[in-house]
């Protein structure tokens, strides 16, 4: 006999990273959402340890990046060595566009912690355990689910379901969407250790040796990840005991059996979802794509879907967007998901090499490439781990007036730089930003108007910033203004503030309303420079945001 039926705007299946990831955004959207997972509590596997910059700004917008901070080998970089021990490359990302390091190791069961304790502050976040969901039916209207657990089954309609339910997503299987991919023939053993004496150095070492290829990766609080090929021969259970373990470690690291946390044997796989939608359920993390482990982009692809997915969810379910605004979901992660599941297949490649012939044309290969200067910096500068870049979604393509450097923007990430605000106090640009969307106005007096949008027929709030870092030197002064969706893309670049009704214009198939948004803002953009206006204009300070983190 079924409970009665509990009605909520979204399901998300799965309390992996990604699900919670979403849980949070979607709360702070005003939406309430039911995250539920089979399991006791969120795993304790230690899987994930690399972290971009992209996702470490989702967890300072859901507040659990200074937690998480002491648990972080921030700003890390990798040395990949030869078949003879030499070093071949040391690659470093050293810019920090995005306000973070663009790549730290951490540790995913901390993170999933973290990111639990933060769903559970959230009142709109409810949260069940040991509660299987089954059965999705995706109708016209609603999503119809059923939940098992130890009280029962009970029945669910939600708006909207999204499976976070892993690699093997059984609602991607029952749903009936393909998977496309391989599998890897070569096994890894991945095995963590705690109590490292050790001072970690901030790079990860790739062994790539030829005879047993190996991959180190130090952390914080002595934990120090191994991972190691396994061999023709190699039993896979044999290899998981203790002595086994130990031996593999010892040209590395002596280690006693206690010190081992966890060591499990993994098969590499590199796959992704046929689609990411069918009616009213999405795919996202590991559910809408896999990828062996090399690049570190896994867990991250799952932040950045979570990402792209919350604000277009809430914004169907405050009826503000039209169904085609969620198209752009797949449309906008998937090309990039595919590109980080076939980068991660090569690095692996490269890796995993035993051939004697091709270890040695590898490392010939890579040293001449460093001596090509343009080589040598997409690698050492890890060029190669491009950052998403939308050319068809929720984005316009900008006009020839605009100019370059703003026209460059739309599509990615808004570059985040500290900024200092009109009574000198100094923040993150996404703090003057607020979780909706914003307009950046780069001002002829050379400072930078931030606009929130507003709501109800309510203007935003307006900001007066300067940007600390100079990251967006190349659009000083120029008059530009940029269009910033609420996960922090530039949807749009205009040449200046009069001409925000075309952005607005071609965004109106999925948000009919953004112009209204932002009605009485544009007026105060346009204010800004028109004299006879004068007095619409808020002086420096006035409405200025007082926001730190
Ligand atoms: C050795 C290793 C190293 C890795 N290193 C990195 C790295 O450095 N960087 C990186 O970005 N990624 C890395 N990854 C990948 C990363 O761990 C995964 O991408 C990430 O865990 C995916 O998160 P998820 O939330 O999508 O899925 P999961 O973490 O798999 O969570 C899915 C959840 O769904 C639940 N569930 C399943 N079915 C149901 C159901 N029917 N009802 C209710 N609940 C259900 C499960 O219990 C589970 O809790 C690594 C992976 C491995 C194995």
């Not at 689910?145 to 708006?159: F, H, M, N, P, T």
């Amino acid at each position: 006999m079924m409970a009665a039926a509990i009605e909520t705007d979204v399901v998300v299946v799965g309390a992996g990273p990604v699900g919670l990831t979403l849980a949070n955004l979607l709360a702070d959207l005003g939406v309430k959402t039911l995250l539920v997972d089979r399991a006791r509590t969120v795993s304790d596997e230690p899987r994930a340890i690399s972290i971009t910059d992209e996702s470490l700004r989702v967890m300072h917008q859901i507040g659990i990046a200074e937690r998480l901070a002491p648990e972080m080998l921030m700003d890390t970089g990798a040395r990949y060595f030869g078949r003879k021990g030499q070093l071949l490359a040391e690659v470093r990302a050293r810019q920090r566009r995005l306000g973070q390091p663009a790549k730290s190791q951490f540790d995913q069961p901390v993170l999933a912690r973290f990111l639990l304790d933060a769903a559970g502050a959230r009142p709109l976040v409810t949260v069940r355990f040991e509660t299987e969901a089954r059965n999705v039916v995706s109708g016209k209207d609603f999503v119809d689910i059923e939940l098992a657990s130890d009280q029962g089954v009970q029945a669910v309609r939600c708006k909207w379901l999204v499976a976070c339910d892993g690699g093997r997503s059984p609602t991607r299987t029952q749903l009936g969407i393909v998977l496309e991919g391989s599998t890897q023939v070569e096994r890894w053993i991945v095995i963590d250790v705690m109590n490292s004496p050790h001072a970690p150095e901030p790079f990860s070492q790739f062994h790539c040796n030829g005879k047993r290829p190996c991959v180190i990766v130090p952390g914080v609080k002595g934990r120090c990840r191994y991972e190691f090929m396994l061999l023709p021969g190699d039993d896979p259970d044999g290899v998981l005991e203790p002595e086994s373990v130990i031996r593999l470690v010892a040209p590395y690291q002596t280690i006693e059996a206690r010190d081992i946390r966890r060591a499990a044997v993994y098969m590499a796989q590199q796959r992704i979802a046929q689609t990411y939608r069918k009616g009213r359920v999405l795919l996202a993390g590991d559910a809408a794509h896999l990828m062996p482990p090399f690049a570190g982009q896994g867990l991250n692809s799952g932040v950045r879907d979570a990402a792209n997915l919350a604000w277009k969810l809430a914004a169907l379910v405050r009826v503000e967007a039209s169904d085609a605004l969620l198209d752009t979901y797949e449309q906008e992660r998937r090309p990039h998901a595919a590109e980080m599941v076939r980068l991660s297949y090569r690095i692996g490649k490269v890796v995993m090499s035993t051939s004697p012939v091709a270890t040695a044309l590898r490392d010939g290969a890579i040293s001449a490439l460093g001596i090509v200067p343009s080589a040598k910096a997409w690698i050492v500068g890890m060029k190669f781990l491009r950052q998403p870049h939308f050319v068809d979604g929720c984005v316009q393509t900008p006009s020839a007036r605009v100019p370059q450097a703003a026209a460059d923007l739309v599509g990615k990430a808004l570059a985040q730089p500290r900024v200092r605000e009109a009574d000198g106090a100094t923040c993150w640009l996404d703090a003057v930003l607020g979780p909706e969307w914003s307009t950046l106005h780069f001002r002829p007096d050379g400072h930078i108007q931030a606009v929130r949008q507003g709501s109800a027929g309510q203007a935003g709030a307006s900001s007066v910033v300067d940007d600390l870092d100079g990251l967006f030197k190349d659009l000083h002064a120029s008059g530009a203004v940029l269009l910033v969706r609420p996960d922090r893309y530039v949807a749009a670049a205009v040449a200046s503030p009069d001409q925000m009704t075309d952005a607005f214009r071609a965004l109106e198939h999925f948000l009919p309303g953004l112009g209204n948004a932002f009605g009485t803002t544009a007026l105060r953009h346009a204010s800004l420079e028109d004299p006879c206006h004068a007095s619409w204009s808020p002086p420096l300070g006035e409405n200025t945001q007082q926001l730190h983190h």
